[in-house]
């Protein structure tokens, strides 16, 4: 679901990822869930590791 499933990955991994990449840009690709019926994620995953946009602030 698009933004509502990278707003769930941020939620859950806020900690972990400002650990690893700081005030960095970074990307990461996420799969998410999705109930139709009740119109709510699931579940999230990163599908790829986090990268970090080198040199980039």
Known sequence: MGTLGAVQFLED???DLYREVKNRRFSVLI????DKRKRTIK???AL???YRAEGVA
């Open 43 to 45: 579940s999230v995953e």
């Open 13 to 15: 991994h806020l900690d």
């Open 31 to 34: 799969a998410c869930e999705y």
């Open 48 to 50: 790829t590791p986090v």
